[in-house]
């Protein structure tokens, strides 16, 4: 069983930044990709970005790139978006998640291809 736990979110002004952690306990997250996922009301969840299990190589969303990067450190177990230039539409309910296979970037944008996933973190983005 593994436990993903997000945290860092908050309400911020447009123009503004947050940087959002994903703790895993329960796995080798070092053996799998990670992913950042979000949800804006109404609206089905997105792929936003994902990191290969060294954190070598990343992938984003287009709406993201250039303002968002995604980063993790092995030895803490841990995931991180930093998010710059934030819009209001970049406000969702943030989820991070694992892949269900090891050394696999099969189908990164796919919510189906990851097994577990963290409770999420509201992002509000004021205008």
């Known amino acids: 069983q593994v436990q993903l736990v997000e945290s860092g979110g908050g309400l911020v002004q447009a123009g503004g930044s947050l940087r959002l952690s994903c703790a895993a306990s329960?796995?080798?997250?070092?053996?799998?990709?990670m992913g950042w996922f979000r949800q804006a009301p109404g609206k089905e969840r997105e792929f936003v970005g994902a990191t290969g299990w060294s954190g070598a190589n990343t992938y984003y969303l287009d709406s993201v790139k250039g303002r968002f990067t995604i980063s993790r450190d092995n030895a803490k177990n841990t995931m991180y978006l930093q998010m710059n230039s934030l819009k209001p539409e970049d406000t969702a309910v943030y989820y991070c998640?694992?892949?269900?296979?090891?050394?696999?970037?099969?189908?990164?944008?796919?919510?189906?291809?990851?097994?577990?996933w963290g409770q999420g973190t509201q992002v509000t983005v004021s205008s």
């Open positions: 998640a694992i892949h269900r296979t090891a050394f696999s970037w099969y189908n990164i944008w796919s919510r189906n291809e990851y097994a577990y």
């Open positions: 329960g796995r080798t997250a070092s053996q799998y990709c």
